[in-house]
């Protein structure tokens, strides 16, 4: 079975520019994450999603990130104007809600020079 | 507010040794416990979870962890290291308080096995 799918892979861009990252969570998963894996703070949350709506987005840093899902098989997060101190590791997680495991993508390792 | 708290960023065994990871959590429900490992350049994979069942709960790749209630840890062992066992390791404390399943993750400890 396909795991949970990100892309791009990895990303440099230079400061004020737009950046939008992918995912694609399992099928039939209806709870979607966002994280954020930096060295100093660690894996932070970001947004999570119940059924492709946003229920919890407290973690989001500030309005230069949003998040959408329009279908149950996909999902993205924008970064409006990126910033240097936004690079990190960007990780999608899904899983079948409640106490289930969530499983995790590959990342995206996101660059602002 | 939950917690997690892992005792030593990085720990080295050799091959063959026993590797002992230890994490405490603080939770004020009885919470529901993960340990995820990372290899470099990926994401993280499930090795156990402790849900409110046995307390004794056995993950992949020959490793384990026990849940005590007691002393709010959750370490975990395996009796033998591999090579391939040198990765990142995560616990990770979740008890559905807010309604779902959100992950507080402990800042990791990164395993290294020595010949």
């Known amino acids: 079975d396909a795991g949970v799918i990100q892309s791009p892979r990895h990303e440099v861009t230079e400061m004020g520019q737009e950046v939008t990252l992918r995912c694609k969570p399992i099928s039939g998963h209806n709870s979607l994450f966002w994280y954020r894996q930096t060295m100093m703070r660690g894996l932070e949350l970001l947004i999570y999603f119940n059924n492709n709506v946003p229920i919890d987005d407290s973690g989001m840093p500030e309005d230069r990130f949003s998040a959408k899902m329009p279908n149950a098989s996909f999902s993205t997060l924008k970064i409006q104007p990126s910033e240097p101190r936004d690079s990190a590791v960007y990780f999608c997680?899904?899983?079948?809600?409640?106490?289930?495991?969530?499983?995790f993508g590959d990342g995206t390792r996101l660059s602002i020079l | 507010a939950q917690s997690v708290t892992q005792l030593g960023s990085h720990v080295s065994v050799s091959e063959g040794a026993l590797v002992l990871l230890r994490c405490n959590y603080s939770s004020s429900v009885p919470p529901y416990l993960f340990w995820y490992v990372q290899y470099p350049n990926q994401g993280l994979q499930l090795l156990l979870k402790?849900?409110?069942?046995?307390?004794l709960v056995k993950g992949i790749n020959g490793f384990e962890a026990e849940f005590k209630k007691s002393e709010t840890s959750f370490h975990l062992t395996k009796p033998s290291a591999h090579m391939s066992d040198a990765a990142e390791y995560f616990c990770?404390?979740?008890?559905?308080?807010?309604?779902?399943?959100?992950?507080?993750f402990g800042a990791g400890t990164r395993l290294a096995v020595h010949p």
């Open positions: 997680a899904s899983s079948l809600g409640g106490e289930q495991p969530q499983h």
């Open positions: 402790y849900t409110s069942a046995a307390t």
């Open positions: 990770a404390v979740s008890d559905l308080a807010g309604g779902y399943n959100k992950l507080i």
